[in-house]
């Protein structure tokens, strides 16, 4: 069970400004369904520049819903130019502080806060526009080296739990790791103890299997009668299917695992695991 | 009778369960005056001796197995790993490993990473289950090579309940000279077994699963098939598993198990009334709920219902206001930020997954905290619903 404080379970269960502002002047929308929480934030800005009004749809979970109710207690009556500074340690403090692996849920706040003032002001948000690195929670390179600079992050693990980046499938880890690196190099006072690390991209490594199938697995199989084609990878699982003299031939299992998946260890990706489609 | 307020309403038996009060009344003799070592040549210790003879002899008569057939072990995750690492180390010039998709992590993790402890020698095929959690036997049949060591399928789903075909399962695994092991730490106790009349070569089982205590398990190992223990140190267990016996726990399993046999039909009729009545009543009252898991081949106890366009954390904690105490398959319950496995692998939409809520009941249930938790729960939905962003889009 997660260690909640009061101030956490008083906005989850007793949420202040559930709803949503007719003709907002600017309205925020960040995460989805896939990821398991979402926020649309509306607020009312008035000629001082001055938030009157601030509501919030989440769906999410307690430290998502109370982090939503926090911000835009902490929005009403707030200058536009204070609310452009706000972090998403301000929430995390405001709430008395957040269990580690949901400060995602603060970040979220400040990300729909930021959407609602850009759509206000017409700005274009610079974080939207960086490059995808996890694909799974559709996280920015922009978004992470903030979070890094921002809550002085020195693992791949604080970075998952500050933007979630890297808590899907995992395949980011390499790039993670090269951030973490690249924006520590800009830290100076900062020592990260991790490791440069070239990772593939899911789409290289299906080329790289696909090309030396072609080039020397296909042709050696088709000298003793053989064949190979590339069915699916999955990971790690690389399915083919044996065709030919090889398909249903005794060593056929010999030929997959001494030869196939030696070959494409050596030459892709030592971690992979070569299975016959059935 | 109604449900008083800081009454507990537990429905959370698939994690744990109460300890029975004629268990804890069995054990209390051995964490106090019969404290001997069951190995000893005194009267004094051959006298808990005899307890843990008396204790094997009931859990093998619920498995409808012999005595010696049955190794205590601290937990199902000892058994899960002791029968898989067995027979990997029985055959050595074997490389593959069959289990599924939707197992517990005890066996899950154990073939994830087969690969890096058996020096990239063994693999593991992780068959996939349909939609309603069951499992293809022609996809099944299919996965087995020469090359496979073992078979590993649990009896039944923790998650939905969902119950495998693991006899038939067994039997095809026998015909190919290949071993079967079951993880059926959720199936002991709510659904009969008669081990005798299938070819299951190991079966683990946990006895906080069924009213005994946290920290005792069984290993059932069929007569004249190979074993390998994973423990190695005295002659405890005939060698099968080193280590002074938890005797009082022991003598507490017997005795639940003993309880489990006689409340067997109690389980599969009152039990599975009450969670009929909350299963009907729930998706009738509360609009898009949907059942996971196959509606009859399931456990008598267990009901998971996904709530859609809400996240499971956030019923859970408000059913705790009430003091309901339930699971949930949403990623934000277990620090991951991926819902279930389970119900991932049986393609179970995100829309529902992140909003899935997991009953399970007990002997010990009554109509009245059903009732209860069919009053509360449409209110905490509703709720919910209201501050869902995507919950007025996709209801206009």
Known sequence: MWEYTDKVQEHFINPKNVGEIENADGVGNVGSIACGDALR?????????????????????????????????????????????????????????????????????????????????GVILPMAQGEVVCECFGVTDLEIIRAIKENSLTSVEEITNFTKAGGGCGKCEGRLRELLVETAEGLPEQTVGVKKQKRMTSLEKIKKIEEVIEREIKPTLKKDGGDIRLIDVDGDFVTVSLRGSCAGCHSSRTTLKEYVEKKLREQVLESLIVEEDK | ???????????????????????????????????????????????????????????ADLLGASPEEIVFTSCGTESDSTAILSAIQTYPEKNHVVTTRVEHPAVKNLCDNLEIFTGRKYHSTRLHVE??????????????????????????NNETGVIFPVE?????????????????????????????????DFLSLSGHKLHAPKGIGVLYVRKGTPFIPFLN?????????????????????????????????????????????????????????????????????????SFEYVEGEAILLHMNQHNICASSGSACTSGSLEPSHVLRAMGVPFTAAHGSIRFSLSIYNTEEEVDFVLEKMPAIIAKLRAMSPFWEENNK
């Open chain 2, 1 to 59: 009778m109604t449900v008083s307020p800081d009454q507990v309403v537990y429905m959370d038996n698939n994690a744990t369960t109460r300890v029975a009060p004629e268990v804890l009344d069995a054990m209390m003799p051995y964490l106090t005056e019969l404290y001997g070592n069951p190995s000893s040549m005194h009267t004094f210790g051959g006298q808990v001796g005899q307890a843990v003879s008396q204790a094997r002899q009931e859990v």
């Open chain 2, 233 to 305: 140190g005295g002659h405890q267990e005939r060698g099968r598993r080193g280590g002074t016996e938890n005797v009082a726990s022991i003598v507490g399993l017997g005795k639940a198990c003993a309880l489990a046999a006689a409340k067997m039909d109690e389980e599969n009729t009152r039990v599975r009334a009450l969670r009929d009545k909350l299963e009907k009543g729930l998706l009738t009252s509360i609009p898009k709920a949907l059942l996971n898991g196959h509606p009859e081949q399931r456990l008598p106890n267990t009901a998971n219902i």
């Open chain 2, 168 to 200: 038939e399962m067994a039997r095809i695994t026998k015909e190919r000279g290949i071993l079967f092991h079951t993880d059926a730490v959720q199936a002991v106790g709510k659904i009969p077994i008669n081990l005798k009349e299938t070819a299951i």
């Open chain 1, 41 to 121: 934030l509306t607020i009312k800005v008035d000629e001082n520049q001055i938030i009157t009004d601030a509501k919030f749809k989440t769906f999410g979970c307690a430290s998502a819903i109370a982090s939503s109710s926090m911000l835009t207690e902490m929005l009403k009556g707030m200058k536009l130019e204070d609310a452009k500074n706000l972090t998403n340690d301000d929430i995390a403090r405001a709430l008395g502080g957040l269990p580690k692996e949901k400060m995602h849920c603060s970040v979220m706040g400040r990300e729909a806060l930021e959407a609602a003032i850009a759509d206000y002001t």
């Open chain 2, 131 to 156: 939609a309603d959690g069951t499992l293809d036997l022609q996809r099944f049949k299919d996965s087995l090579t020469d090359e496979t060591a073992i078979v590993s399928v649990m009896w039944a």
